[in-house]
């Protein structure tokens, strides 16, 4: 389901003094074994199109309700809409509501552990590439890892 941009910005200003891990990621800290089970990144080799998804856990009896961002993008989508929409698809058969923050594009080349994050997404606006490359980081440590707002 998608979140409306009010009821983003109420869930950070919520978040971020308490729970959250630092003001640049807007990330609450997990505890849903649901949430802690999505993919932090699910990209393919090659040039594509990517899209920046925010997921939200269930809320817990506090009140918070814990999120995480995640990075996809796949060489068979045509549109950044088909990879919102696969993914959010496969977060709600667990539950899970998700929130596209913007994409771009992602250029993916194993064999020299390089991966550009650039351009944007016309439906969707220009996803945070710093973001991107943060969760981008998590699961191509050893990666150099280029952003520029340069490009389509």
Known sequence: MLKTARTAVQRLVFCRPLFCSGYTTGACKMSDPKLEAVKDVDIEEGIFKYVL?????????????????IVRGYADCQWHSDIYERASTSCQGLGLDTECLGGG??????SAKLIKVYGYSQGYGKADHSESRKVLLKT?????????DEGY
């Open 53 to 69: 998804i925010k997921v939200y856990g269930k809320q817990q009896a506090d009140g918070v309700e814990p999120s995480k961002l």
């Open 105 to 110: 594009r992602i250029e993916h080349n194993p």
């Open 140 to 148: 191509y440590s050893d990666y150099t890892i280029e952003i520029s």
